[in-house]
């Protein structure tokens, strides 16, 4: 069975070769062909499931080596992949959610003329997101990564001919950048610490190595899962990303992409583990980008930023549940796994509103959509239901979880970040009812005569009914017996936090903010009638509209200073560097000026010269003969 | 000549110090003489004065291959090439370069006193005369030594010296690239340039000079350029025979006429005005 | 009298010879004194030969002059060949090595 891991890969990257390569003549059957590697891609996947499945607890973690592919001297890296439970749960996230966005797309794209490429680059994703969660060692897993900014690169900026979307594009590339640098740096610190960046290795190595360079690198670890999972501080391209085609978002948001940064920390969690203060740092981030998402969220009319705002704010549940140890990851991956399935068909709701309505993005250009598009309405809505934790679906499961082991890292550090996720809870409910009200209840804000909203065909529901399905149920699938936790455990250990407040209480108090939450947007957006133009708003909802003025604060900061720095360097550069250089040069002409006067060519001049060194050699001797 | 010892006769002293001087004067006039010719002569002296040194100190072989080769044959080289190569600028003892006649005392009293100091430090007490060494006579030794340790040497100096010879024609060999002309072309050459067709006029004659350095006088009396040869005008070594100076010489002639008592009287008058002491006209050129 | 002042009189009559290179511009004058100090330097050897009572010293003394007369020869009719293309003996004219 092992040798099914390449094929994983294999397959959406054959896709992507042939799609991209193919030319014109794949134009008709491109979409065909991509969603069929992306199966094909799923249904290996289940298979190497069901056989892992099938092993004992101890054994579920396959390995194989492809070939030698760096050996310089002591730096050895293979081509090597390494599949357990963690990669698994990402591999049947990642082609599940993939292929049902790939069919999904084939009607969302339909009258795309570059549907082909599209598809080409959709496979190309995935398969650098499998690289990036299969590869048994850091530097093939940095592979997939730089694949995964280069895929969401090209997708972002699929509609090149829109300038906003070619900016966006840039901007999501740049802000990733950072966050390799952090990576690369992390794996050149592995490498000359450990001497190698093998998982098994390096992970096992932890506990005879220094808790600086632990620390080390697990802050370059944490700024590399900033820069992919869109957490603060370099979380400005995500919302941009909305340039892109909805199911790219949905791709990006749900099943690939900004799920790397938690599967990196969490699968260093060893080194983690080591360094406590690079732990402070990963909840702190997490708790910080929580807030920040949700409060983005509440303030946005474009559906697509909204949600956008939303995955921030989830992201940020699971990298906080990841920074607290082993009480956190495998609720960390629960949530990403459930808030896959729910976002993904969010995303997929929105794109098909879009698609029912001209594709306006404004919220307040819409309303009462329920009767117009039911399938639409009814898997938003149970998306909806399980993003904010609604009872009894996947949401109320993962979230809750996170929610207790937060108040069980224990202290002071324990009531904030239980205070924090709480507070994100709420807010959570409110931003996603107020999408909820604006979108489907209320009256029409729409124009009748231009705009006729319908359901979407058939291609585009079924993926969202499957997804919507998944939100439901993936939760309380999960958590019974703990079954998800004890499939990780082999990976991630566990420990039962001990909260200072029972579960009861937290599940208690969840559903009072909860409760708040939807009742305060009822308020606001259900009882009164949405204006069609945004008032003016507080000075929050003005700041939380331009992002929390993120990006004035990397323009002052990070572009100013930069062209500051830039402008000292050159200053430097000419009166320093090139000071030295020319000087150095100036002072050697004008030395070889003055030399170059005892060649006189006058042959007495140089005689002298030689009668004054021999003089010199005399007395040179006598002198060493002690006169 | 035979006895050699350690340390020298009294009479070997004086002969050093005298001929030492000599040795010493002919160096500085080497260097300082204005014409080549005088240097040279003065080197001539000064390696006789060696040969004489090395005889003293019993390289008797030596001290005669010193006169023969270098007195003989090398300086007498010199003097061809001083003669071939005639009169020119460089002879002049105006420096040129700045600081090079300074720069050049200076080093060259550092030097010596240098080498002086060398010497006088180095520990030389101890002479063990050659006595033993010329004692199958110094010819032979010599003989001995040069055939035996250092015939190698002394094959490569032969060769040496047949490069030389090659070299030294090659270097002043000239190819005459095309026939010389005959007399009979030159003579129609000369007389299509118009220039000189018959010989040279003679030089002038005079009472008590008849040498080639007096110019001739032409019909109203100034001296004729074409008469003397260019050399030594270039030189300034022709005699003036121009009106006044003559009439000067005339004077001075007839005042040592009546010096010597054998004036004619009263029309041996003294002239007008001019120099009292007698002067050579040579000497007046020079100046 | 010590034979060591022949000594003197060799270093004496050397840096006379090098003095007359520095200060002398005609060509066959330089030369003149570039042999006086090898005679100088023969008259060294001769009492070196003397001092230690062999004759090695005056075998040297043999080559040196052997050498000088080969130098004379070659370096005046470099002089000769030197004054005949221009005109000139002066070592200060020979300078178009110089840039």
């Not at chain 1, 490429?117 to 850091?138: E, I, P, Q, S, T």
């Not at chain 1, 972002?156 to 999501?172: D, E, L, M, N, Y």
């Not at chain 2, 100190?57 to 270098?70: M, S, T, W």
């Not at chain 2, 009106?243 to 040592?256: D, G, H």
Request: hydrophobic share 50%; charged share 15%; glycine share 12%.
């Amino acid at each position: 069975m092992e040798n099914l891991i390449a094929l994983l890969v294999a397959a959406p990257l054959v896709g992507a070769a042939l799609l991209l390569c193919g030319g014109k003549r794949l134009d008709r059957t491109g979409h065909l062909i991509g969603s069929l590697f992306a199966v094909a891609s799923f249904a290996i996947g289940v298979a190497l499931f069901a056989d892992l499945l099938g092993r004992g607890a101890e054994d579920r973690t396959l390995h194989q080596y492809l070939f030698s592919w760096i050996q310089v001297g002591g730096f050895r890296a293979d081509a090597a992949f390494q599949l357990d439970q963690l990669s698994m749960t990402f591999v049947l996230l990642i082609t599940g959610v993939g292929s049902l966005i790939h069919i999904y797309s084939i009607g969302y794209m339909e009258h795309d003329e570059r549907r082909r490429r599209f598809f080409g680059y959709l496979n190309l994703f995935l398969a650098a997101m499998l690289l990036l969660v299969l590869a048994d060692n850091y530097l093939l897993l940095y592979v997939g990564w730089e694949g995964v900014g280069l895929a969401s690169y090209l997708l972002i900026g699929f509609w090149q001919h829109k300038p906003s979307a070619a900016t966006a594009a840039k901007k999501a590339f740049l802000v990733n950048r950072v966050g390799d640098m952090g990576l690369s740096i992390a794996i050149m610190l592995m490498f000359t610490t450990f001497g190698t960046f093998a998982f098994g290795p390096v992970l096992a190595a932890t506990g005879e190595t220094s808790e600086g360079k632990l620390t080390a690198i697990g802050l370059m670890l944490l700024l590399a899962a900033c820069g992919k999972s869109a957490q603060v501080p370099l979380q400005s391209w995500l919302g941009d990303a909305m340039e892109g085609p909805t199911p790219v978002s949905a791709l990006i948001h749900a099943a690939t992409m900004v799920t790397a940064g938690v599967y990196l920390i969490t699968r260093s969690g060893a080194i983690f583990n080591a360094a406590p203060d690079a732990q402070v740092a990963v909840v702190a981030v997490g708790a910080v980008t929580l807030l920040f998402g949700a409060i983005v969220g509440c303030a946005k009319d474009d559906i697509k930023k909204a949600l956008a705002g939303s995955t921030m704010s989830q992201i940020g549940y699971m990298i906080l549940a990841a920074g607290l140890g082993p009480i956190g990851y495998a609720f960390a991956i629960m949530h990403l796994v459930t808030h896959g399935f729910f976002k993904a068909g969010l995303f997929l709701g929105a794109g098909s509103v879009m698609h029912g309505m001209n594709d306006e993005v404004d919220m307040r250009r819409y309303g009462g959509l329920r009767t117009y598009m039911p399938v639409t309405f009814i898997t938003f809505g149970l998306g909806y239901l399980a993003i904010i934790g609604f009872p009894g679906l996947s949401g109320f499961f993962s979230k809750d979880k996170i929610i207790e082991a937060a108040f069980a890292k224990g202290g002071t550090e324990g009531w904030i970040l239980g205070g924090a996720a709480l507070l994100g809870a709420a807010i959570t409910a409110f931003y996603m009812t107020r999408v909820m009200l604006m979108t489907f209840f209320g009256e029409k804000r729409w124009d009748p005569d231009t705009t006729h909203p319908h359901e979407s065909p058939k291609v585009m529901t079924i993926p969202m009914i499957v997804l919507a399905v998944g939100s439901v149920f993936a939760g309380g699938l999960f958590s019974v017996n703990e079954t998800f936790v004890k499939w990780l455990e082999p990976v991630t250990s566990f420990e039962h936090g001990h909260s200072p407040v029972s579960a009861t209480t937290v599940t208690a108090a969840t559903m009072v903010v909860l409760v708040l939450g939807v009742g305060l947007a009822w308020a606001m957006y259900g009882r009164r009638p949405v204006p069609a133009t945004a008032p003016r708003g507080s000075l929050l909802t003005r700041a939380a509209r331009r992002d929390l003025l993120q990006d004035d604060f990397n323009h002052v900061v990070l572009v100013r200073g930069g062209e500051h720095l830039t402008r000292t360097l050159v200053y430097l550069d000419h009166s320093l560097v090139d000071g030295a250089v020319n000087g150095t040069a100036a002072s050697m002409g004008g030395l070889s000026g003055r030399l170059r006067k005892l060649q006189s060519g006058f042959v007495r001049s140089y005689a002298v010269q030689m009668l004054g060194g021999a003089a010199v050699l005399i007395a040179a001797t006598l002198l060493m003969r002690g006169v | 000549m035979t006895v050699l010892a350690a340390a020298a006769s009294t009479g070997e002293a004086v002969q050093f110090w005298l001929l030492g001087i000599v040795a010493v004067v002919g160096a500085l006039c080497t260097i300082l003489m204005k014409r080549a010719v005088h240097s040279a002569l003065s080197l001539a002296g000064t390696m006789i004065v060696l040969a004489v040194f090395y005889l003293a100190n019993g390289a008797y072989f030596l001290g005669v291959v010193q006169i023969v080769v270098y007195t003989g044959a090398i300086m007498m080289l010199f003097l061809f090439v001083v003669m071939l190569v005639g009169v020119t600028a460089a002879d002049s003892l105006k420096e040129t370069l700045k600081g090079q006649r300074w720069l050049a005392a200076g080093l060259g009293i550092g030097f010596g006193t240098l080498l002086i100091a060398g010497i006088g430090n180095a520990s030389l007490k101890q002479f063990n005369g050659l006595g033993e060494a010329n004692a199958g006579g110094n010819v032979q030794g010599l003989a001995a030594l040069i055939f035996t340790k250092y015939v190698f040497a002394f094959e490569v100096t032969g060769a040496l010296l047949i490069t030389a010879v090659v070299g030294a024609m090659v270097l002043t060999h000239r190819e005459r690239t095309e026939r010389a002309t005959s007399q009979r072309e030159q003579a129609i050459a000369r007389v299509r340039e118009g220039k000189q067709v018959p010989p040279l006029p003679a030089p002038g004659v005079y009472a008590r000079h008849n040498a080639v350095d007096i110019p001739g006088l032409l019909p109203d009396g100034t001296p004729s350029e074409l008469t003397v040869n260019p050399t030594l005008r270039g030189r300034g070594q022709i005699r003036d025979v121009s009106r006044e100076s003559l009439a000067e010489l005339k004077a001075l002639e007839q005042r040592s006429e009546e010096w010597l008592g054998r004036g004619e009287g009263p029309e041996a008058a003294p002239p007008p005005s001019g120099p009292s002491a007698p002067k050579e006209h040579k000497e007046g050129a020079k100046k | 009298m010590n034979p060591v002042y022949y000594l003197y009189l060799a270093a004496l009559l050397f840096t006379i010879g090098g003095a007359g290179v520095l200060i002398r511009r005609n060509a066959i004058v330089v030369f003149m004194c570039i042999e006086l100090m090898l005679n100088a330097c023969n008259l060294a050897f001769v009492t070196f030969s003397r001092m230690h009572g062999n004759l090695d010293g005056q075998i040297i003394a043999f080559f040196t002059m052997v050498v000088a007369a080969a130098e004379v020869v070659v370096g005046l009719a470099i002089i000769v060949s030197i004054f005949r293309t221009r005109h000139t003996a002066s070592v200060d004219d020979a300078s178009l090595m110089k840039l």
